[in-house]
T-cell receptor, first 114, second 110 residues
């Protein structure tokens, strides 16, 4: 069964550094998402992406964040200047259908900002 | 925006008993309600979902009920097994972004 994959599984970075988290969505899916989960807390929506542009974004997704689909398979989340509070698990998800429907999550990237 | 409340935050049951987790949502326009199971350090996995045109859905030992008038939905797990132990999240949406509840740590005691 196809799965969403993410790399790296764990990223440690210093405050102020840029990080890029990578995701490969399921191949026939058209809608892509990033969520984050601070340790012990709920999963929070960051951004959705369709047809090479952002569809929706939350208040968390400020100017420090950006997303890109650089090629036909990868979907990336960039944090320009990391802060301590960016430490969290970042999940990529994808879905096949327009509108509300099943979203399949990747295994996550644990980002630790020191 | 949507707000989802989930209760209880922790739930312990004896193996073989039933477990019920409840969620309420605020946005009457929400029409899709998935439930995710997350084992420690792993990805959230969709276990069941329900749309607003249906009041109940069942899949083997798992069922979900939806009360649109009261804006709440519940997850029911029957004949619980130790492998059901995990964190369960409810979510709601009327678009693409999912709004999650705060999670329920379910422990099934052997």
């Amino acid at each position: 069964e196809p799965e969403v994959t993410q790399t790296p599984s764990h990223q440690v970075t210093q405050m102020g550094q840029e990080v890029i988290l990578r995701c490969v969505p399921i191949s026939n899916h058209l809608y892509f998402y990033w969520y984050r989960q601070i340790l012990g807390q709920k999963v929070e929506f960051l951004v959705s992406f369709y047809n090479n542009e952002i569809s929706e974004k939350s208040e968390i997704f400020d100017d420090q964040f950006s997303v890109e689909r650089p090629d036909g398979s990868n979907f990336t989340l960039k944090i320009r200047s990391t802060k301590l509070e960016d430490s969290a698990m970042y999940f990529c998800a994808s879905s096949a259908r327009q509108g509300p429907g099943e979203q399949y999550f990747g295994p996550g990237t644990r980002l630790t900002v020191t | 925006g949507e707000n989802v409340e989930q209760h209880p935050s922790t739930l312990s049951v004896q193996e073989g008993d039933s477990a019920v987790i409840k969620c309420t949502y605020s946005d009457s326009a929400s029409n899709y309600f998935p439930w995710y199971k997350q084992e420690l350090g792993k990805r959230p996995q969709l276990i069941i979902d329900i749309r607003s045109n249906v009041g109940e859905k069942k899949d083997q030992r798992i069922a979900v009920t939806l009360n649109k008038t009261a804006k709440h939905f519940s997850l029911h797990i029957t004949e619980t097994q130790p492998e059901d132990s995990a964190v369960y999240f409810c979510a709601a949406t009327n678009a693409r972004q999912l709004t999650f509840g705060s999670g329920t740590q379910l422990t099934v005691l052997p």
